[in-house]
């Protein structure tokens, strides 16, 4: 079985729970409705293969033993064009929960990293940036990620770089509160507040104090250096998505792109998952 198969029989099951649409034929007729776990299914295909909607289509046509695993023939793919225009009826909520679920894949261990990176928007037009006012180049992007098992667990993007890294890892930590027993961070997310909040939500803090006054020494003293140097585990994955689902989306609108980033997450978890 091949790794491509072996990633479909993975994403169609966690599709159909996530939707709920399980029972529902993938193409209800030829030419007109899909299920949505069949479109959601075909998105990650899409960026697993890293191709366009178009060259997508064409590939899956020539590959009947992957569609027939989402419920389809080569008759009943979408057009491109249909497949695109369904990217828009995904809601973030749905992405949230593949990659909750995709995460599951590998038993998190509850510790957990987080740090930001940076994606480029593909390459577009003059005359098309300046006709929608385009002139964001780079999405920041949070990942909070295991330790042990190295799987994504959440992401956050953003198109500015405006407001404190310690808010929004009280934000993402806030989502996941009853899944973290500990979080590590590098000095960028140093905030006192942070660590306050962490603790009443039962998290533990691993977080080194900026050196201002001689107990600061103490408390990085009391820090689990173990868990603490297990933080550059979030620039191992990074590297590692960029790598082998590139470093940019395709998308053009920013809701578009922050609903692509999430499924690039989930579709990184289950290829690591399916290659263990």
Known sequence: MTQISRFTGEIVPIAQRVTGDGDESA?????GGFADYALVSLHCLRIYLDASYRMTIGL???M???TGEIGLNAADLPSPSTLCKAFDRIEMSICRVLLRQSAQLHDPSKHAAIDATFYERSAASRHYCQRISYRVQKLKVTKLVDTDTQ???DVHCSTNREGSDADLAEQIARRN??????????????????REALRELGIRPLIKHRIFA???HAHNARIDEQRY???SMTETVNSAVKRSLGFAVRARSWFR???EIALMCVVYNIKRAVKQ
């Open 27 to 31: 193409a209800t007729f030829r030419g």
């Open 60 to 62: 899956l046509k020539e």
């Open 64 to 66: 009947p033993q992957i």
């Open 151 to 153: 799987a994504v667990l």
């Open 177 to 194: 509160a009853g899944d973290l027993r500990s979080l590590a961070a590098d000095k960028g997310y140093e905030k006192q507040a942070l």
């Open 214 to 216: 001689p107990y600061d």
């Open 229 to 231: 140097n297990q933080r």
């Open 257 to 259: 792109e922050f609903h």
